[in-house]
C-alpha cells in the first residue's frame, strides 16, 4: 500500500496522550507553540523554553491542542499569577509571565504577523510602550450570570477559558479598585436569573461618554496613546484632520490645536452627542461632528478639504474597516493615514490594501500595551502616500 499523501496524513497522536515537549515559542492569542517531530501542539499558559508535560485535548490533521499538566522545566520569565483564577478564567492569558516578557513577546507577534500576513518585512516596529499599571487599569468589564447545573446555583463573573460556563469571580486584579467595589456590589444584590450580561464602567475624568459608546479601556497609558498619534500627525505636516470611527471625539479633540480644521465622523448617534459636548469641555472650536457610517461619508469629507494636506485617523471596531472605506481612501488619496487598531492580523489585512501599487507606504508602527496580561495589544500605524 502506497504511504498516505498529506491530504490523507494521519495525525501521530490522538486525544487523551500525555506528552512531554519543549515550547519554542508562543504564538498570537496567547498558546505556546511545541512540536513533536514536524507535528505541532498549541498548549496554552506555558512559556518559551520549558519543558512540559501536556495532555491533548484536540487532535486535528496538522495540529493538535494541549493542556498543561506540569512544568518540568521553567522559564526563568515564569512568575506566580496575581489572580487566583488565572488559566481558568479566559479573559487573561500572560500572568505567568514577567511583563517585560509581555512587552516583548508582543513586539515579535506584531512583527510576525506584519511579515508572514503582509510582506512587510522592513517596517520599522517601536518597542511596545507598556502601561504604567499592568494591573488595575481597565475601566470596563463585562460580567455574565450563569444558573450552573452542577452545583447548582447561580453563577457571576467571566466566560471560562476552555468551555462556555461561567467561572464565579468576586475580584478581578485587571479592574479598576472602583470595578471590583461594583462587582461586589453585583454579588450582593444580583439578578434574578442567568444569562445575563452587566457592563461595569467607569466614566473618564473631563469626558462625556454613553453608557454603551466607546472609550478606551486604559485610562494609565492614554497620555502615551495621544502623544503617539499627534507626533505622527505633526511630523507629517497636514492641516486638516478627519477622524473615521470618531466615538466620542477622542482623538479628533486631543489634536484638534494641530490642526486648522478637523471634522468627525462616526454612526452612533449618542456617541456624536457626546462628541460635541466634549468639544466645549476641553475647549476646541476649529471642528465639527457628522452622524453617519465613515465609508459613506468619506467621499465627500475628502472633498471638503485638501488631499494633500489632510490626515485621516481611523480607529475601527476589531473587524476592522470596511472595504468600501478603503476604496474611498485609495480612491481620494489623503496625505496620511494613520490606523489606531487593537486586533493585528485585520490591521495588517488593511494595511496590505492600502500599500497595494504602491498607493501608500508604511511608514511606522507604535505598539502601545493597553491589555496587560492578555493576548491584545493596540498599534498605531503611520501611512504616508507615495
Not at 508562543?26 to 505556546?32: L, R
Not at 468551555?163 to 456590589?185: G, M, S
Request: aromatic share 8%; proline share 8%; hydrophobic share 40%.
Amino acid at each position: 500500500m502506497d504511504a498516505p499523501n498529506d491530504t490523507q496524513r494521519i495525525p501521530p497522536h490522538s486525544a487523551g496522550d500525555h506528552l512531554t515537549l519543549t515550547i519554542n515559542n508562543i504564538a498570537y492569542g496567547g498558546d505556546g507553540v511545541g512540536r513533536v517531530n514536524d507535528f505541532v501542539i498549541f498548549v496554552p499558559f506555558t512559556a518559551p523554553g520549558e519543558e512540559v508535560e501536556v495532555e491533548l485535548t484536540e487532535v486535528k490533521k496538522n495540529y493538535a491542542r494541549g493542556r498543561l499538566m506540569r512544568v518540568l522545566q521553567p522559564s526563568p520569565e515564569r512568575v506566580q499569577p496575581e489572580c487566583k483564577h488565572f488559566g481558568e478564567c479566559g479573559g487573561c492569558q500572560y500572568q505567568h509571565l514577567t511583563y517585560d516578557a509581555q512587552l516583548r513577546l508582543k513586539h515579535r507577534q506584531i512583527s510576525d504577523i506584519l511579515q508572514r500576513l503582509g510582506g512587510f518585512s522592513d517596517v520599522p516596529v517601536d518597542p511596545v510602550v507598556g502601561s504604567p499599571a499592568p494591573y488595575g487599569y481597565r475601566n470596563r468589564i463585562m460580567v455574565r450570570s450563569q444558573w450552573d447545573k452542577r452545583i447548582p446555583g447561580l453563577v457571576i463573573g467571566f466566560i471560562r477559558a476552555d468551555n462556555r460556563w461561567v467561572v464565579d469571580v468576586d475580584h478581578c486584579p485587571i479592574a479598576e479598585p472602583a470595578l471590583n467595589e461594583q462587582l461586589l456590589e453585583v454579588r450582593r444584590q444580583p439578578p434574578p436569573k442567568g444569562g445575563i450580561k452587566m457592563s461595569l464602567r467607569l466614566a473618564p475624568e473631563g469626558w462625556d461618554v454613553p453608557r454603551d459608546s466607546f472609550f478606551q479601556n486604559n485610562f494609565h497609558i492614554l497620555p502615551s496613546l495621544i502623544e503617539t498619534v499627534r507626533a505622527r500627525l505633526t511630523d507629517a505636516g497636514a492641516r486638516f484632520l478627519i477622524d473615521a470611527y470618531c466615538g466620542v471625539g477622542f482623538f479628533a479633540i486631543e489634536c484638534a490645536s494641530a490642526v486648522e480644521r478637523f471634522t468627525g465622523v462616526e454612526i452612533d448617534k449618542l456617541a456624536i452627542r457626546s462628541a460635541n459636548r466634549n468639544m466645549e469641555l476641553r475647549g476646541a472650536s476649529n471642528g465639527d461632528f457628522i452622524v453617519g457610517p465613515a465609508e459613506e461619508w468619506m467621499p465627500a469629507l475628502l472633498q471638503r478639504f485638501p488631499a494633500d494636506r489632510t490626515t485621516v485617523i481611523t480607529d475601527p471596531p476589531r473587524v476592522g474597516c470596511a472595504p468600501s472605506f478603503i476604496q474611498a481612501l485609495l480612491a481620494t488619496r489623503p496625505a496620511q493615514i494613520i490606523y489606531v487598531s487593537c486586533h493585528p492580523a485585520t490591521l495588517t489585512r488593511d494595511l496590505k490594501a492600502l500599500c497595494a501599487d504602491g498607493a501608500y507606504r508604511l511608514v511606522r508602527i507604535t505598539p502601545l500595551d493597553l491589555f496587560p496580561q492578555t493576548q491584545h495589544v493596540e498599534c498605531v500605524a503611520d501611512l504616508r502616500r507615495t
